[in-house]
């Protein structure tokens, strides 16, 4: 069975692959142009996918006929038309779980960069400008007993939450599709509207997979109704937000701060006026990016081909349905 992998991964993945019989093809030129990575495309039985550039929709099936299995290196699949893929029975694998804590601890660290104004000090320190001492200047906020809002408490909102919790004591509220008793018990966290979720948050980050209806969700008038002492955060998808109304609500004081490991657009541009304000820390999307969550979503990502090979349900399947 021949697999295509369109980009490097950690070889603890590549090994598996090849111990299991399987022909690898890896492109020397990792950065394909649309026609040369559908080519690879249409001569391989399965594909490990890493990044989120090509989409795979009916387009992309109907000219791939012989893939009949995908295999995700990330937790999202926004990229893949998951009703397509099941009227032809293709599984589609993803990487949950092993990489909950590295991406959650993005998060904890964007929150904290945020409230003690870290990015900006940072750069005072390399320009030099180490002014006289000022009572008053630049001050952050402490997280104490605050009030943190999780929407999508799944592995990594409970991570997130389970962090903020211990270190500040953090108060946990929290919104999604469906209750989570656990976070609950555990965490005292509270299940609340959405409306009550951007109005009570001190804290407000982003755990929930990206779909349609969540495009820009936070725009201009959810920031409106936020507290004006709120960081919001999202290591999630950048289409969760509208970027320019979030520079809005920054500039004119409607929220505090902004912590973001994802951007929209992204990449974003060098010159976006975000990225001069004093309040706002941006990463370039590194949430999974440790040892041990990049080799554990190799792990996972070619365990779900080899699964597939074998005849196998794949370990961790976004459309598990495909299986009924």
Known sequence: MKVFVNKRIPEIGIEMLKEEGLQVIIPENENLSHEEWLEYCKNTDAILNVGGDFKYNKDFFDACPNVKAI????????????????????????????????????????MQSVARSASYNFQKVKNGDWNAFDPLHALGQELYGKTLGIFGLGRIGFEMAEKSRKAFDMNIIYHNRHRNEEAEKMLGAKYVSFDELIENSDVLSIHASFTPEHKELFNSSVFDR????????????????????????????????AGLDVTNPEPMSSDDPILELSNVCVLPHIGSATIEARNGMARLAAGNIIAFSKGEKMAACANPEVYK
């Open 71 to 110: 295999a995700l290196y990330s937790v999202g699949f926004d990229h893949v038309d998951i009703q397509e893929a099941n009227r032809r029975k293709i599984p589609i694998g993803n990487t949950p779980d092993v990489l909950s804590r590295a991406t959650s601890d993005v998060a904890f660290l964007l």
């Open 226 to 257: 936020m507290k004006s002492n709120t960081i919001f955060i999202n290591t999630a998808r950048g289409g969760f937000h509208n970027q320019k109304d979030l520079y809005n609500a920054l500039v004119e004081g409607k929220i505090w701060g």
